[in-house]
């Protein structure tokens, strides 16, 4: 059944409540506020998930854990997570936009103690990047602003996508494998096995 053609998706966008319009710039050109402010709240979304994944790689380089590859897999997405957040600020500041600096809050993740944990966290919070970022091309196209659509969909969405995919499959390997909400065997073997850990 498909959605009323007036309908409209409830948009819950991170924006930048404090944000400060840059006066006196002459780059920007059709870019409208409310996309602005958009960008900055979701850059620092993914400043807050790059901290969060680098929190839990050093989780997994514990000596009572001790499980390299896995934390070499997690300080790579957050380094990686980090550059897409470096770029959507730099395209930020060609448009002409500001970014505010916010706070970036502690990353909550103590109470993880297993792979399974970890992964269900990254999955969640990869989900709600995707979510968040789709959201802002559906922003950016209701305001007039198709070229900050077209650059967030190409850039920023379709790589989302083919992450969740990645730790829905290192999900699935780690519970074949026998890991549980606690450390054991398993951890060791998906951190022996699993080709995207290996091939770091």
Same mark, same amino acid.
Request: some cysteine; hydrophobic content about 40%.
């Given at each position: 059944?498909?959605?009323?053609?007036?309908?409209?998706?409830?948009?819950?966008?991170?924006?930048?409540?404090?944000?400060?319009?840059?006066?006196?710039?002459?780059?920007?050109?059709?870019?409208?506020?409310?996309?602005?402010?958009?960008?900055?709240?979701?850059?620092?979304?993914?400043?807050?998930?790059?901290?969060?994944?680098?929190? !839990?790689?050093? %989780?997994? /380089? +514990?000596?009572?854990?001790?499980?390299?590859?896995?934390?070499?897999?997690?300080?790579? @997405? #957050?380094?990686?997570?980090?550059?897409?957040?470096?770029?959507? !600020?730099?395209? %930020?500041? /060609? +448009?002409?936009?500001?970014?505010?600096?916010?706070?970036?809050?502690?990353?909550?993740? @103590? #109470?993880?103690?297993?792979?399974?944990?970890?992964?269900?966290?990254?999955?969640?919070?990869?989900?709600?990047?995707?979510?968040?970022?789709?959201?802002?091309?559906?922003?950016?196209?209701?305001?007039?602003?198709?070229?900050?659509?077209?650059?967030?969909?190409?850039?920023?969405?379709?790589?989302?996508?083919?992450?969740?995919?990645?730790?829905?499959?290192?999900?699935?390997?780690?519970?074949?494998?026998?890991?549980?909400?606690?450390?054991?065997?398993?951890?060791?073997?998906?951190?022996?096995?699993?080709?995207?850990?290996?091939?770091?």
């Amino acid at each position: 059944m498909s959605e009323p053609a007036g309908k409209r998706l409830k948009l819950t966008l991170p924006v930048c409540t404090a944000h400060r319009t840059l006066t006196g710039t002459r780059v920007k050109h059709n870019f409208p506020l409310v996309v602005e402010e958009s960008l900055c709240g979701v850059i620092t979304v993914l400043m807050a998930v790059a901290y969060r994944l680098q929190a !839990l790689a050093k %989780l997994f /380089e +514990r000596d009572d854990i001790a499980l390299p590859r896995i934390a070499a897999f997690f300080h790579q @997405e #957050a380094e990686q997570e980090q550059k897409e957040a470096e770029s959507l !600020l730099e395209y %930020l500041r /060609e +448009r002409g936009g500001q970014y505010c600096n916010k706070d970036i809050q502690k990353p909550g993740c @103590e #109470a993880v103690g297993s792979v399974l944990q970890a992964l269900e966290l990254m999955l969640a919070q990869w989900k709600e990047v995707a979510r968040i970022l789709t959201e802002l091309c559906q922003q950016s196209k209701q305001n007039g602003d198709p070229h900050t659509a077209s650059v967030v969909k190409k850039r920023f969405v379709t790589p989302a996508i083919g992450k969740i995919e990645v730790v829905g499959a290192l999900l699935t390997n780690a519970r074949r494998v026998g890991c549980k909400d606690e450390t054991g065997f398993g951890e060791y073997l998906i951190d022996q096995l699993q080709k995207e850990l290996t091939n770091l």
